[in-house]
């Protein structure tokens, strides 16, 4: 199966700051998503990564605060823009195989990135 | 919109007994596919076995199986003789027919006692 690495693993942040994260698949794939998981909660889907395209974003979020990149078809940045304590969480990479839009295929995650902010 | 339940923000057994996890979910859709997935406090998530909604056998993945009703709309997680490696949070998932997004639980931590 395809691997998925993040980058960085953690990172403790000032308030008023950006992260970026990096997300890399060693295999191409079409579809990239990018999570949030609260301190002991969910996951809440941010949004879509879409190759060539902006990302599709789910309510409650947006580009100016989470700005993301997809230049191809095996790497992703998200970016956590001017950062508070509240954007302290787990961000998570994942990705569909091929064409698995609604399938029961397995979709895969990063190990993802923990988050602090001050 | 779907949303998924899980009832059981805690639960524990003994090691090599059965536990089961709940999950139950809400849809107007007759065509999805459901999801149990493991997030160990490693933290990388791992799927666990999957069912589709129009396949009445429920999926069994070694001492994994589910309890699917369709009708009352519940996903039941069981695992048999449990063992220290099982020790995780355990989310449901559902994603429908046509659709690409994962619409996780709030999870159930599962700890397993030696």
């Known amino acids: 199966s395809a691997v998925i690495s993040q980058k960085p693993s953690r990172d403790i942040c000032q308030r008023g700051t950006s992260l970026t994260i990096q997300c890399q698949v060693d295999?191409?794939?079409?579809?990239m998503f990018w999570y949030r998981q609260q301190p002991g909660q969910s996951l809440t889907l941010i949004a879509t990564?879409?190759?060539?395209?902006?990302?599709?974003?789910e309510s409650g979020f947006v580009i100016d605060k989470f700005p993301i990149s997809r230049p191809n078809l095996t790497f992703s940045t998200l970016t956590v823009s001017n950062m508070s304590p509240e954007d302290s969480s787990i961000y998570l990479c994942s990705f569909l195989p091929g064409t698995s839009a609604g399938t029961s295929n397995e979709q895969f995650f990063g190990p993802g990135t923990r988050l602090t902010v001050l | 919109a779907q949303t998924v339940t899980q009832s059981q923000p805690e639960m524990s057994v003994q090691e090599a007994e059965t536990v089961t996890l709940s999950c139950t979910y809400d849809t107007s859709e007759s065509d999805y596919y459901l999801f149990w997935y493991k997030q160990p406090p490693s933290r990388q998530m791992i799927l666990v076995i999957r069912q589709e909604a129009y396949k009445q056998q429920n999926a069994t993945e070694n001492r994994f199986s589910v309890n699917f009703q369709k009708a009352a709309k519940s996903f039941s997680l069981k695992i048999s003789d449990s063992q220290l490696g099982d020790a995780a949070m355990y989310f449901c998932a559902y994603r429908s027919f046509g659709n690409e997004k994962l619409t996780f639980g709030t999870g159930t931590r599962l700890t397993i006692i030696p």
């Open positions: 295999s191409q794939v079409t579809m």
């Open positions: 990564a879409n190759q060539g395209s902006e990302a599709t974003y």
